[in-house]
């Protein structure tokens, strides 16, 4: 549970915002909670939010949730892989609580062992409730508390950084992390909305694959792979 | 709560949970290819980086590039904190303190 609090400490400032904005928006605290209870994915909620108060239709609104989540498609591939031999019933559980913070915490844990779907999913979840809990103070009277204090915006990019440093593995990860990075910035000034994530990150894992093919010919019977 | 919130926030719910769920139930208890393995190997690194790179060198809606910010400025050493210690809890302490630091400068 103690291994969560970087990414609750991330959440309660943006919890908050979130929730004075839905306030604003019209929507009672008790309506903020059920929609953090069911859709737990907070930038598609800030967009969602803003649509609800300029007014928009029901539809337009979920298919612009589905599309800003489809990157979690690519982060349950890839936690998959340390997901086995569990029932239905567990990895729908799972499900539910995969976040960009989330598997960005739970990916660098498994890869550096002792960790278990347990703990992941104790993690999950308490980021869930830090989330709603925070959405629903924040739908009070959030605007009381002052923004920005001790850097506390600072604390997911932290993470983030951190978290990126540890799946740094040799030059090739270096390679693709520069190269996603680069296209995921350039897309992001191209295109609006958030498709930029998956897009670069597809291209720059896909290079990585090409790459360590063409370098694992020159290095045959090595380990490399 | 009305009827056409109640119906938002299911469907929201649905079409957020699904991408979520497929890959685990088809991809997981299976033998995955080496190709596919390599490639999901390096997925978390570069969504990280996605993820990162855009809100530290892009501001405003419409995004534009702005290399001039606190954020970016603070990243540099708190990549080198991390890259140093391989600490999380101290990479987040670090990070919120030089940008509140920051922050304090630049306003």
Same mark, same amino acid.
């Given at each position: 549970?103690?291994?969560?609090?970087?990414?609750?400490?991330?959440?309660?400032?943006?919890?908050?915002?979130?929730?004075?904005?839905?306030?604003?928006?019209?929507?009672?605290?008790?309506?903020?909670?059920?929609?953090?209870?069911?859709?737990?994915?907070?930038?598609?909620?800030?967009?969602?939010?803003?649509?609800?108060?300029?007014?928009?239709?029901?539809?337009?609104?979920?298919?612009?949730?589905?599309?800003?989540?489809?990157?979690?498609?690519?982060?349950?591939?890839?936690?998959?892989?340390?997901?086995?031999?569990?029932?239905?019933?567990?990895?729908?559980?799972?499900?539910?609580?995969?976040?960009?913070?989330?598997?960005?915490?739970?990916?660098?844990?498994?890869?550096?062992?002792?960790?278990?779907?347990?703990?992941?999913?104790?993690?999950?979840?308490?980021?869930?409730?830090?989330?709603?809990?925070?959405?629903?103070?924040?739908?009070?009277?959030?605007?009381?508390?002052?923004?920005?204090?001790?850097?506390?915006?600072?604390?997911?990019?932290?993470?983030?950084?951190?978290?990126?440093?540890?799946?740094?593995?040799?030059?090739?990860?270096?390679?693709?992390?520069?190269?996603?990075?680069?296209?995921?910035?350039?897309?992001?000034?191209?295109?609006?909305?958030?498709?930029?994530?998956?897009?670069?990150?597809?291209?720059?894992?896909?290079?990585?694959?090409?790459?360590?093919?063409?370098?694992?010919?020159?290095?045959?019977?090595?380990?490399?792979? | 709560?009305?009827?056409?919130?109640?119906?938002?926030?299911?469907?929201?719910?649905?079409?957020?949970?699904?991408?979520?769920?497929?890959?685990?139930?088809?991809?997981? +208890?299976?033998?995955? $290819?080496?190709? @596919?393995?390599?490639?999901?190997? %390096? =997925?978390? #690194?570069?969504?990280?980086?996605? &993820?990162?790179?855009?809100?530290?060198?892009?501001?405003?809606?419409?995004?534009?590039? +702005?290399?001039?910010? $606190?954020?970016? @400025?603070?990243?540099?050493?708190? %990549? =080198?904190? #991390?890259?140093?210690?391989?600490? &999380?809890?101290?990479?987040?302490?670090?990070?919120?303190?030089?940008?509140?630091?920051?922050?304090?400068?630049?306003?």
């Amino acid at each position: 549970m103690t291994a969560a609090w970087p990414i609750c400490l991330g959440y309660v400032p943006i919890g908050l915002a979130f929730g004075v904005l839905a306030h604003n928006a019209g929507l009672a605290p008790w309506e903020i909670g059920f929609m953090s209870l069911f859709v737990f994915a907070g930038s598609s909620q800030f967009i969602a939010v803003a649509m609800i108060g300029s007014g928009s239709a029901i539809i337009p609104i979920i298919l612009t949730t589905f599309v800003v989540n489809l990157r979690h498609l690519l982060m349950s591939s890839s936690l998959a892989v340390y997901l086995q031999r569990l029932s239905a019933g567990r990895l729908s559980l799972y499900a539910y609580g995969v976040t960009d913070e989330s598997f960005a915490l739970n990916m660098t844990r498994f890869r550096e062992g002792g960790w278990d779907w347990r703990r992941a999913l104790v993690l999950n979840h308490t980021a869930n409730a830090a989330w709603i809990v925070s959405t629903i103070i924040g739908g009070y009277g959030g605007q009381f508390i002052p923004a920005g204090a001790f850097g506390i915006d600072y604390a997911l990019p932290a993470m983030f950084i951190c978290l990126l440093i540890l799946q740094i593995r040799g030059g090739l990860y270096v390679l693709v992390a520069v190269i996603s990075g680069v296209l995921a910035a350039s897309f992001s000034l191209l295109f609006p909305g958030n498709t930029y994530v998956v897009l670069a990150s597809v291209l720059a894992a896909t290079l990585g694959v090409f790459l360590r093919k063409v370098y694992g010919k020159g290095s045959a019977g090595k380990e490399e792979l | 709560m009305n009827t056409d919130y109640l119906l938002l926030v299911l469907g929201m719910g649905i079409v957020t949970y699904l991408p979520r769920w497929i890959p685990l139930i088809f991809l997981s +208890n299976r033998r995955l $290819p080496e190709w @596919l393995r390599q490639w999901l190997d %390096f =997925i978390p #690194a570069a969504i990280l980086s996605a &993820l990162i790179l855009p809100a530290l060198v892009t501001t405003g809606e419409p995004r534009q590039l +702005n290399l001039f910010q $606190p954020a970016l @400025l603070v990243s540099i050493p708190t %990549f =080198i904190f #991390a890259w140093k210690t391989r600490s &999380l809890a101290g990479t987040v302490i670090t990070g919120m303190a030089l940008f509140w630091g920051a922050q304090k400068i630049f306003s």
